[in-house]
């Protein structure tokens, strides 16, 4: 991709999933130290997310794509961007480095390493808009590629920003995400019993996004034959 090895796509993987986590768990730390207010806090924690989100795509992305998440990772190896291998790779390094951030955050603020999050986040209507968290996502970028590709970053930073709002989950949109974050007993956190609902919600919703968007995005012309194309 773009004349990078594998090697150093799959540290952008990691590295960028990493530094994503440790500003999602971090900022929630920093949130709920200042505030009592629920809304405040969640605040402080959304703002960062999306700014770091820029960031990170802006940098990294030349590299790696700047995937970021398995479930992005599934829709580019759907799409034969990526082979499978490289797609189950970057799954691979993705929760690594997801987990890695929850580490950094917790030593940045005196916490044990990893502690199993207590916070319960399942139920229909969570699992529900886990999906349409990751259906709006890959849509975005999707969207994005095919109509503003330099504007990508913002895209994604911007509907994050959004769907930490509009979602009743707050929007994890990524199961390394989810993973990293099952490990931290903070503002954050999510029970590791509650993994798999929001999991398989983020799958199905983003393979959903990308079945509308490449028939939404696909021209007329190629989509249905011309007429002179089908004349003897």
Known sequence: MNGFDLSRRLTAEALGTGLLVATVVGSGIMADKLTADTALALLGNTLPTGAILVVLITILGPISGAHFNPAVSLVFALR???DWSTAALYTIVQIAGGIAGTIAA???FGLPLVEASLTTRTGGAQWFAEAVA???????????IRFASASVPWLVGLYITAAYWFTASTSFANPAVAIARSLTNTFAGIRPGDLP???VAELVGAVVG???MAWL???ESEAVPSARKVRP
Do not use: N
């Open 80 to 82: 034969r961007d990526i």
């Open 106 to 108: 917790h030593l940045m």
């Open 134 to 144: 990751a259906f709006g996502l890959i849509a975005t970028i999707l969207g994005g």
């Open 197 to 199: 609902g929001f999991i």
């Open 210 to 212: 990308f079945l509308l």
């Open 217 to 219: 995005l696909r021209p």
